[in-house]
Nanobody, 125 residues
Framework: VQLVESGGGLVQAGGSLRLSCGAS????????VGWFRQAPGKERRFVAG???????DYSDFVKGRFTISRDNAKKTVYLQMNSLKPEDTAVYFC????????????????????WGQGTLVTVSS
């Protein structure tokens, strides 16, 4: 499985960006995909996730501003980011969990099996 993120860039505060995470492999439709981010000098943190039923989960710091969605036909997960703030500046990573989840959506790094290389999002004030 390979994951490739795209869509990062420089945006002013209050603006929007849409990140994409494209995946290879036949198990995408039954996988959970998560977005994490790592700001300079800080640990990587869970941002949002979506499971095979399209159940979603968000960290409190992005609720109401970010929306995760998936298109299984395109093997792609999107992260729509609105009302961006300078503190959203980070490298954003997508990750894929092959386990067919029937309960809580995973939010910890160790629960994910594959990772993309990351895409940088910079929000200027």
């Amino acid at each position: 499985v390979q994951l490739v993120e795209s869509g990062g860039g420089l945006v002013q505060a209050g603006g929007s960006l849409r990140l994409s995470c494209g995946a290879s492999g036949r198990t995408f439709s039954t996988s959970t995909v998560g977005w994490f981010r790592q700001a300079p000098g800080k640990e990587r943190r869970f941002v949002a996730g979506i499971d095979w039923k399209s159940t979603t989960d968000y960290s409190d710091f992005v609720k109401g501003r970010f929306t995760i969605s998936r298109d299984n036909a395109k093997k792609t997960v999107y992260l729509q980011m609105n009302s961006l703030k300078p503190e959203d500046t980070a490298v954003y990573f997508c990750a894929l969990d092959l386990t067919l989840r029937t309960r809580n959506l995973p939010t910890a790094e160790f629960e994910y099996d594959y990772w993309g290389q990351g895409t940088l999002v910079t929000v200027s004030s």
